[in-house]
Antibody, heavy 119, light 108 residues
Framework: EVQLVQSGAEVKKPGESLKISCKGS????????IGWVRQLPGRGLEWMGIIYPGDSDTRYSPSFRGQVTISADTSFSTAYLQWSSLKASDSAMYYCARLEALVAAHDYWGQGTLVTVSS | DIQMTQSPSTLSASVGDGVTITCRASQSISSWLAWYQQKPGKAPKLLIYLASSLQSGVPSRFSGSGSGTEFTLTISNLQPDDFATYYCQQYSSYSPYTFGQGTKLEIK
């Protein structure tokens, strides 16, 4: 069974760093792109970027380039999303999702990680 | 960037009704479009891929159509479980795979 399991909710202060994770199982992790999606409270879905764990090829939405870093470690079948200096406006739910290239869609999703940034 | 515009933003319907949601792309995306359903507090769920192909396990009352710049998601014989928010997403180019703004389907 394919599963993406994300790390737990985080509460941070502005200026702090953070790295959240998404662990894949039940499939060949290196061979599927993993994307990250932001959802601000009460708002729609925003696509942030994507990584191919097999070779670490990474693409960012222009809106998020330079604001976050996406990475992956095939040894742990885990993808990461990190911030070096959080802002209150980063408070949101973050989802990871596997991209099935054959059907050009995100077919499996993590349960989401809620990030709260508050002083 | 390719912009995706959904309409309507909100839709009210009753159990048993049929509804249609439209998604328009700012440029042609061929059939590189998916539809998702999201319920409050839950991750999105894939319904339709490649504009008209039904994801495994999704009820046949959901259907998708369109190509180029205009796409539709149709739900027939609405069931209580279908009241949720629906998003389209384009996969025509790497940067970025933009979503529509969402359509909230409410019970009338």
């Amino acid at each position: 069974e394919v599963q993406l399991v994300q790390s737990g909710a985080e509460v941070k202060k502005p200026g702090e760093s953070l790295k959240i994770s998404c662990k894949g199982s039940g499939y060949s992790f290196p061979n599927y792109w993993i994307g990250w999606v932001r959802q601000l409270p009460g708002r729609g879905l925003e696509w942030m970027g994507i990584i191919y764990p097999g070779d670490s090829d990474t693409r960012y939405s222009p809106s998020f380039r330079g604001q976050v870093t996406i990475s992956a470690d095939t040894s742990f079948s885990t993808a990461y999303l990190q911030w070096s200096s959080l802002k209150a406006s980063d408070s949101a739910m973050y989802y990871c999702a596997r991209l099935e290239a054959l059907v050009a869609a995100h077919d499996y999703w993590g349960q989401g990680t809620l990030v709260t940034v508050s002083s | 960037d390719i912009q995706m515009t959904q309409s309507p933003s909100t839709l009210s319907a009753s159990v048993g009704d049929g509804v249609t949601i439209t998604c328009r792309a700012s440029q042609s995306i061929s059939s590189w479009l998916a539809w998702y359903q999201q319920k409050p507090g839950k991750a999105p769920k894939l319904l339709i891929y490649l504009a008209s192909s039904l994801q495994s396990g999704v009820p046949s009352r959901f259907s998708g159509s369109g190509s180029g710049t205009e796409f539709t998601l149709t739900i027939s014989n609405l069931q209580p479980d279908d009241f949720a928010t629906y998003y389209c997403q384009q996969y025509s180019s790497y940067s970025p795979y933009t979503f529509g703004q969402g359509t909230k389907l409410e019970i009338k």
